[in-house]
């Protein structure tokens, strides 16, 4: 019967040769984003009130540089800080018997308000595990210890609202500008009685503090393709997480991969944010002189987490200088050279080995280390009529607030994505319009059971084609958007659901829109009968079977660890989509061990609603080879098994595969992380 179907043919051809181009496309785009993604004083408790550049308060300096909203300066005092690991497999399979891999040991120290403290060691030394687990960053391991943030143990629901983490890699949403990057992070992180002439203002002070402003209408783009440079993203992840006014700041390597010039203008915005009366902790690895004494105070490790000095860095770093060079056998520095490189130098391990000391054993038994321990009492001490910080609500934002920013950022995103949409709609026409000229006029036209064949064929043309188009250039975008929301979510700035709403409202709307373009061209130029009825059924299957095309791109995006392996199970299970839609073979002509999975293919549902809501309450006669004439919704109900009356149920299993795809990307989302720290 089918060997005789040349529309059956055609269709075929047309949907090797289609997805033949489109899989190679796809192939090239996914090499190309994976090139270019891979990434990748003392304070005793007093707020500082500043408003309009006038402070009130006990820092002189923040009135220079203040803010216009209110700060609660806060110190971090913490005392032997232990983190582990498991055990890597290749030092078990080397003989190592512990179950766990010590990578911080018994450190200790404080930051204040108002000074810049750099976290510096060799690679090894911890020092960025060191502030991830300050930071409550990380994702896995063991630590314990004590950690109390002016004098209360730390809470990481609460400190989250008030700290924030500048990442080394940068990590913003590429397709909104600086000001709206600003925007989002204000409005979700700023309590909720902040309104919004005050955050705009902030925002602008901010803006002009990390000097901003002639970048505010800027795409953000991509790192190395498009937008802001290095240095320029730098400032601007300073800024995103300034805007929140937090009381503690940590940086990742603020300067690494900047030139001289760049990095000596990231270090003025550091030095800018300390002003305000800020407390702020910077990782450095092998800074130059110029960035070395920009620095206030010092904390440094040895390899395996080990502090071997912590206290200040003095005018031309004499006070450190001054403590290595007091160790007998530790040589002199020579005039001009780097502290910083000298420093390392002389206390690697190498030195250690050739004077057979240990630097942090000697430090343990230092006056420093003694003056420190005092130090760190005295913070971890609460002041008189002090509280602990609490917050309500763990959000600073109601959840109904936060997914109508999500949305907000996204459909910004969205808009200023033209590559995206303008290929999205342009496959949409010329698809329209192809399968139109193919199948011009055939709609009206069941004569025969050929035509009929041949509908079934449009039909099925009509929903894989564009389908498969919508499903796989989903995935990188929010492939894209997901390692944007782990930052965020550390942060604290919003729910994961608040997020899958967002993600999926705005994906939605879009799909809406190009599914009217998709049917108004394809129902006129196929022809079928003009009922608005009709068209009402045809537009809802269209949607929402683009709808959940697009949801299943998405829930394996949140399933797996990156999109391309998403797009390699994308294809697995659209194959078998593909073969049980019943077109390559007709549902009552499968096994019957087989027919099980036709109900599970969510295109079986599609074709047959699209097909039963056209031409199911026909009551004219097509003609059946070897059976005669019967009605077409007869000829229908036998062949295919569609029947008319079953449309609502059909209508309510798409429902069903959307909420499904749906609820599976909201929980992936919520419960899978696959960025490890």
Partial sequence: MFVENKWYWISIGALIGFTMIYNICFVIALTYLDRKLSIS?????????????????????SRKKGMVLPFQPLSLAFKNVNYYVDMPAEMKSQGVEEERLQLLHNVSGAFRPGVLTALVGVSGAGKTTLMDVLAGRKTGGYTDGSINISGYAKN??????????????????????????????????????????????????????????????????????????????????????????????????????????????VMRTVRNTVDTGRTVVCTIHQPSIDIFESFDELLLLKRGGQVIYAGSLGRHSHKLVEYFEAILGVPKIQEGTNPATWMLDVSSSAVESHLDVDFAEIYSHSELYKRNQELIEELSTPSPGSNDLYFPTQYAQDFLTQCRACFMKLHRSYWQNPSYNVTRFFLTIIFGVLFGLIFWKKGQKTATQQDVFNLLGATYSAVMFLGGSTCSAVMPIVSIERTILYRERAAGMYSEMAFAIAQVSIEATYVAIQTFVYCVILFLMIGYPWHLANFLWYYFFICMSFIYFALYGMMLVALTPGYQIAAITMSFFLTTWNIFSGFIILRTEMPIW?????????????????????????????????????????????????????????????????????????????FLNFQRR
């Fill in 41 to 61: 004083s003392h304070s005793n408790g007093n707020v500082t009130w500043i408003c309009n550049n006038d402070a009130i308060g006990p820092d002189e300096e």
């Fill in 156 to 265: 990481q629901r609460t400190f989250a609202r008030i700290s924030g983490y500048c990442e080394q890699n940068d990590i913003h949403s590429p397709r909104i500008t600086v000001y709206e990057s600003l925007l989002h992070s204000a409005w979700m992180r700023l309590s909720k009685n902040v309104n919004k002439q005050d955050r705009m203002m902030f925002i602008e002070e901010v803006m002009e503090l990390v000097e901003l402003g002639p970048l505010r209408n800027s795409i953000v783009g991509l790192p190395g393709v498009n937008g802001l440079s290095t240095e320029q993203r730098k400032r601007l992840t300073i800024a995103v997480e300034l805007v929140a006014n937090p009381s503690i700041i940590f940086m990742d390597e603020p300067t690494s991969g900047l030139d001289a010039r760049a990095a000596a203008i």
């Fill in 594 to 670: 087989w027919r099980w999975y036709y109900w599970a293919s969510p295109v079986a549902w599609t074709l047959y609603g699209l097909l039963a809501s056209q031409l199911g309450n026909i009551e004219s006669l097509v003609e059946v080879p070897g059976q005669g004439s019967m009605s077409v919704k007869q000829f229908l109900k036998q062949s295919f098994g569609f029947d008319y009356d079953f449309l609502v149920a059909v209508a309510a299993a798409h429902i069903g595969f959307v909420f499904l795809f749906l609820f599976v990307f909201a929980y992936g989302i919520r």
